[in-house]
């Protein structure tokens, strides 16, 4: 005779303080020529670092997460503005640099003004996170596993059955990076005029959540 089972999938969720500060700093801008975009891209990496010294932080923090040049393509029109194709013109750069701080508005700042005034094209969104997001999320799973017990126990009750052992657990393991969005910094212009007072920000509590499938035995009482 088959095992009679139940099946559950719990949810966990888990509220936590964000402890670390992250700037992610993007530069998009236009070159003529491909040696020209090369050139800036490095110079934008020389500067990040000698920025994050001037602050008395190692330059080891600004961490590399996109760098791309590609031909930069526009839309080709006859002379009655009909369209037959697209030109090259150019290249384009695109560059991400990631930068993990502590929590501290007036060093954010002073991070935040370096970058407009030594980096061109910059635009920089401030956000928070974890440094370490595993006690979290093994807190959060272990709530998961102890909703999907309680939700089987009362379906099992109200069928007139006892929840019995597990059978099988199963976690569809997924990449969770716990951010939370302050603010987008647009231009150079606004960075060069950021206050300690304009990033007077307080993060809010970051949410960890997912969900295990878990199988549980039905004894028939």
Known sequence: MEESKISVQGRGA??????????EVTIEQWFPDYGKAFAQAKENSSWMVKILEYNKKPGSLAKTVKFNIEDFTENEYDDDDHYIGKKKNGFMLEQGIKID?????????????????FIPSAQINIGYTLQDERPSQLKMLA???????????IMA???????????????HHQNIHVMSHARNIHSNTEAKASTPGSLDITPDDLVIS???DVTFQLINQ
């Open 157 to 171: 009750e109200a069928g007139g059955c006892i929840l019995g052992k597990v059978i099988s657990i199963d976690y």
């Open 14 to 23: 888990i509220h936590v303080v964000p402890d670390v500060t992250r700037l």
């Open 143 to 153: 709530r998961a596993v102890s909703d999907a017990r309680d939700k089987a126990k």
């Open 101 to 117: 701080l502590p929590i501290d508005n007036y060093l954010v700042n002073c991070i935040v003004r370096g970058v407009g005034k």
């Open 210 to 212: 997912d969900t295990v």
